[in-house]
């Protein structure tokens, strides 16, 4: 499975961006899909995922209500949206993929993309 994440950027605290994590490879429909993130000089944190059965999610308390995780089995994407952004969501975002595991423990995830930068400006 190769996984593409797109979408980082510069904003302001308070904006938005979407990201998106495009596969290829193994069939996308039977995928789950976590997101993470790495800011400098911190570990690797789970933001949020989306299993491949009934589309249900996860978010890890620090985004809930402000991120919004979503598929479109038809494009083989998986987007990130994301509003309301503050400084501290400045970090590196990735995306996993896993057939079986649908939650935000990184060390079950085998396949992952190579990371966007979001930056959030206060």
């Known amino acids: 499975v190769q996984l593409v994440e797109s979408g980082g950027g510069l904003v302001q605290a308070g904006g938005s961006l979407r990201l998106s994590c495009t596969a290829s490879?193994?069939?996308?429909?039977?995928?789950?899909i976590g997101w993470f993130r790495q800011a400098p000089g911190k570990g690797r944190e789970g933001v949020s995922s989306?299993?491949?059965?009934?589309?249900?999610?996860y978010y890890a308390h620090s985004v809930k209500g402000r991120f919004t995780i979503s598929r479109d089995n038809a494009k083989n994407t998986v987007y990130l949206q994301m509003n309301s952004l503050k400084p501290e969501d400045t970090a590196v975002y990735y995306c996993?993929?896993?057939?079986?595991?649908?939650?935000?423990?990184?060390?079950?995830?085998?396949?992952w993309g190579q990371g966007t930068q979001v930056t959030v400006s206060s």
């Open positions: 996993a993929a896993d057939q079986y595991y649908a939650g935000i423990d990184s060390r079950r995830y085998p396949h």
């Open positions: 490879g193994l069939g996308f429909d039977y995928l789950a």
């Open positions: 989306i299993n491949s059965n009934d589309g249900s999610t």
